[in-house]
């Protein structure tokens, strides 16, 4: 049973198709990139895998649940399903030692001393375990989205998705945010990961999906993507983003 | 000039012409701060309800938020005052009008009853929400739904949300039009002379009414609402330094 499964899937803002019948998965230990243009609704589709935003036609499943059945506890399922913002979305007010707690604390209960040993220990792992005690507005862009790593990593992720986790980084910063990722990919967490980084893709991703105008317009194995892309949207995308 | 008469005996309450200005300030304050409890709690209520994601609790905030801060706020206190207590049961029109307990007893001598006093906090209070609500959604609207997003995505419900990430910011944000809210609550208390509550701006027309010394009476009032609303700025501002978050620069902006 994949770990992410989207069966059909579409999407509607009023009479505007933002995903045309989508179909794919994410095998448990998989990395799955997802690119393409702006505005072919790669973000609307990594959020319609935990519910963030609601589709009207299709299936997704989660490690076996159902995302659009209104009978899903959708607080208990995201849960266990990572995210990683393109905008870092750490809360403001609140020091990176509450930002790691807080989840842990009122969604799974832990208490407070586990929870703060977890969230340290991580970010210990993403290197900022210095930074403990500041502020996510004292932090720059590339520490505040390891921080948003390692805070949705002390939740025990069964998946994690990101969401063009490097698109608002300066460039020097890309790189940092990059390594954490590509080492838990190395780790065998289960990933779907939009973003235009194809180096990132190149070294890690075991598939990649090329969104265009809402529909899947490739889903293939790295290896094909880069080899032999069938379509020439996918050629024309790649040729503009590859070659400076 | 002549200061010295408000040094003078007045003719009721046993007290100095003094004695009434301090009066009035009593109730002022006192309807004031009761009416900001009622404006914070349900306006804050309301601002909540207007940007909640469910149909029905959207509708009744904003019905509320138009009926409220569409109304002038004098024929707000005449409504409350002499048309709530006709539209209600007879009896209970009756109790408020004749039977509520009188001020008498407490110091500072009012000569009218609680009834008066609650119409004006009732009406002051629930007029205010329409504007602090108003001022909570556009806090709430200000941050990013990323925000949201993010809490919801940890498993947060949507209370949580609102109660942990949305709302903590929000309040911050709207300290300065908060401010402005709290001291217009202050000015307008004065329109509840209207309908009887010797407040400060009311014992000042009685100071001058009796005894013809005009410029005196209101420049005395002028100042005593200068020092409450100068107050009521410093703390605020203390407020506002107080929970300021490290790092964060509003959007739109430093300062």
Redesign the interface.
């Known amino acids: 049973m994949p770990m992410i499964e989207l069966r059909n899937v579409s999407k509607w803002y009023g009479s505007f198709q933002v995903l045309d019948d989508c179909t794919t998965r994410v095998g448990k230990g998989e990395v799955v990139v997802v690119c393409g243009p702006s505005g072919s609704g790669k973000s609307t589709l990594i959020?319609a895998v935990?519910g963030?935003e609601p589709f009207q036609k299709g299936e997704i499943l989660v490690n076996g649940v159902s995302v659009g059945d209104p009978k899903t506890n959708?607080?208990?399922l995201?849960?266990?399903?990572?995210?990683v913002?393109?905008?870092f979305?750490?809360?403001?007010?609140m020091s990176i030692t509450r930002n790691l707690t807080?989840?842990q604390v009122?969604?799974?209960g832990r208490s407070q001393e586990e929870a703060e040993a977890k969230g340290l220990k991580l970010l210990d792992r993403v290197g900022l375990l210095s930074q403990k005690d500041?502020?996510?507005?004292?932090?720059s862009g590339g520490q505040q989205q390891r921080v948003a790593i390692a805070?949705?990593l002390s939740?025990d992720p069964i998946a994690m998705l990101f969401d063009e986790p490097t698109s608002a980084l300066d460039p020097e910063m890309i790189n940092e945010v990059l390594d954490v990722m590509v080492e838990l990919a190395r780790e065998g967490m289960t990933m779907m990961v939009v973003t235009h980084e194809m180096g990132f893709a190149r070294k890690v991703a075991h598939r990649v999906v090329f969104m265009d105008n809402g529909q899947i317009v490739e889903d293939c194995t790295k290896d094909e993507f880069f080899g032999s892309v069938r379509s020439e949207r996918a050629q024309t995308f790649l040729s503009k983003i590859l070659h400076h | 000039m002549d200061w010295k008469v408000l040094l003078e005996q007045a003719p009721s309450g046993g007290m100095t012409y003094l004695g009434w200005l301090w009066s009035g300030l009593f109730w002022t304050l006192a309807v004031s701060l009761c009416a900001w409890v009622i404006a914070f709690s349900v306006g804050s209520v309301v601002g909540v309800a207007r940007t909640v994601p469910l149909r029905v609790p959207r509708a009744i905030a904003t019905a509320y938020v138009e009926l409220f801060r569409n109304i002038p706020l004098l024929v707000q206190m005449f409504l409350w005052y002499f048309v709530m207590p006709e539209v209600v049961p007879k009896a209970w029109g009756d109790w408020l009008k004749q039977d509520m307990p009188n001020l008498l007893t407490l110091p500072f001598a009012a000569q009218f009853s609680l009834w008066e006093f609650t119409a004006a906090v009732l009406c002051l209070g629930l007029y205010t929400a329409s504007r602090v609500a108003e001022q909570v959604r556009s806090g709430i609207q200000s941050l990013?739904v990323?925000?949201t997003?993010?809490?919801?995505?940890?498993?947060?419900?949507l209370p949580?949300v609102y109660r942990?990430?949305t709302l903590?910011?929000a309040y911050?944000i709207v300290i300065p039009p908060m401010t402005s809210e709290f001291l217009t609550i202050f000015k307008n208390s004065s329109t509840a002379l209207t309908i009887g509550v010797l407040e400060l701006t009311a014992q000042s027309r009685q100071i001058s009414e009796y005894t013809f010394k005009t410029f005196e009476a209101f420049t005395a009032a002028t100042l005593i609402y200068i020092v409450i609303t100068m107050t009521v700025i410093f703390a605020m501002r203390a407020l506002e330094s107080r929970v300021a978050?490290?790092?964060?620069?509003a959007q739109g902006g430093g300062r």
Do not use: C, D, W
């Not at chain 1, 500041?134 to 932090?139: N, R, T």
């Open positions: 959020k935990n963030l959708l607080p208990k995201r849960a266990h399903i990572g995210m913002f393109q905008n979305e750490l809360f403001p007010h807080l989840g009122k969604v799974l500041k502020f996510p507005g004292q932090l805070r949705a939740m | 990013s990323g925000q997003n993010a809490g919801l995505a940890m498993g947060l419900t949580q942990h990430v903590p910011m911050r978050v490290p790092g964060y620069i």
